[in-house]
């Protein structure tokens, strides 16, 4: 059991910056697979970035390559996301999401999930 706790989130004008923060607790040993999903007012969540155990192989969404990096340390139990060039299309709440399993791209799922953090851009 896992427990996820984003933090970082706020609001930012068009082209600033934020860096998320997912801290784990529980058993985090047992963590492997990490990600970050978002969802805006009358979406579904959809996928952002994932990234696995090592940070060997980390994948993200096309709609924000070259813009946000992905990366975790585990000694400190925390996975971050760095978000740069925020656009108003990235306004949602980004949710932390891990599992047990390593990661299996593109065939993933997250059995632990944080309560998000608001992510509001301004235009």
């Known amino acids: 059991q896992v427990q996820l706790v984003e933090s970082g989130g706020g609001l930012v004008q068009a082209g600033g910056s934020l860096r998320l923060s997912c801290a784990a607790s529980g058993r985090t040993f047992s963590t492997y697979a990490m990600g970050w999903f978002r969802q805006a007012p009358g979406k579904e969540r959809e996928f952002v970035a994932a990234?696995?155990?090592?940070?060997?192989?980390?994948y993200y969404v096309d709609s924000v390559k070259g813009r946000f990096t992905i990366s975790r340390d585990n000694a400190k139990n925390t996975m971050y996301l760095q978000m740069n060039s925020l656009k108003p299309e990235d306004t949602a709440v980004y949710y932390c999401?891990?599992?047990?399993?390593?990661?299996?791209?593109?065939?993933?799922?997250?059995?632990?999930w944080g309560q998000g953090t608001q992510v509001t851009v301004s235009s």
């Open positions: 990234i696995s155990w090592s940070a060997s192989r980390t």
């Open positions: 999401a891990a599992d047990k399993s390593p990661l299996k791209w593109p065939v993933q799922t997250f059995a632990s």
